[in-house]
């Protein structure tokens, strides 16, 4: 792992070697949830059978996954689909990753949480449920950070399906998925907009680890980097 900026020491650390040899294994395959999340929703999810689609992730961080013509996207350095890190503000708090503006930085739960002083995002929803300014302007904020990063992706990649999960789409479709719906519809190029659609997630919490063990039939397969 080359960097986790949310896990404390995870500098160019040997995850990998680590645990093949904690369990006596040959050699681990790694790589990044929303990759996997991505491959659980291709292969038995909410992007079943679509070939151009990016995954989206909004919890305690953001993340996702580009699949384009049916192949995930890597990218020169294999970083490609880092969505959390999109710059979506000219100013705003610092970022785990060391920059500003990023989307993560504005509409994840983790900063969410600590805009408002709590230790739970869920909190945050909720007083802005009930009219607190300080929480209708965190979750306004975030709100347009969303909107901003899906007006971003469907302008420059065009997928026709944005598959959004994580706990606070889950949670708070309302505040998430809607608003990213009602961004691309609103400042989106026409034609993109008309081809996209933005949708919940379908395999719940557990996508990640079901993509895992989906990935691992396919690579055995020779299927690792495409999905029909």
């Not at 350095?77 to 504005?106: D, K, M």
């Not at 519809?185 to 993109?192: D, E, G, I, L, Q």
Request: neutral net charge.
């Amino acid at each position: 792992m080359h960097e986790a900026p949310n896990v404390v020491g995870f500098v160019e650390f040997p995850l990998g070697q680590r645990l093949a040899g904690a369990l006596g294994l040959d050699a681990i395959y790694l790589d990044r949830d929303t990759v996997m999340a991505a491959v659980g929703e291709a292969i038995a999810g909410a992007a079943k059978g679509v070939r151009n689609f990016i995954y989206v992730t909004i919890s305690t961080g953001i993340g996702g996954a580009i699949v384009s013509d049916g192949r995930l996207l890597r990218g020169a350095a294999n970083t490609a689909g880092e969505i959390g890190h999109f710059p979506v503000a000219l100013e705003g708090p610092r970022c785990g990753c060391g920059s500003y503006g990023c989307v993560e930085s504005l509409a994840a739960g983790r900063f969410i949480a600590e805009a408002f002083g709590v230790d739970d995002a869920a909190r945050v929803f909720a007083a802005a449920a009930v009219h607190d300014p300080q929480a209708e302007r965190i979750i306004d904020r975030a709100e347009k950070a969303l909107g901003n990063l899906a007006v971003g992706l469907a302008n420059a990649i065009s997928p026709s399906l944005i598959v959004v999960g994580g706990s606070i789409a889950e949670h708070e479709p309302g505040r998430t998925i809607e608003q990213m719906r009602r961004a691309i519809a609103a400042r989106a190029f026409k034609v993109a907009a008309a081809a996209v659609r933005v949708v919940p997630a379908a395999l719940g919490r557990d996508v990640g680890m079901l993509g895992a063990v989906i990935y691992a039939r396919e690579r055995l397969a020779g299927r690792d980097e495409w999905f029909r």
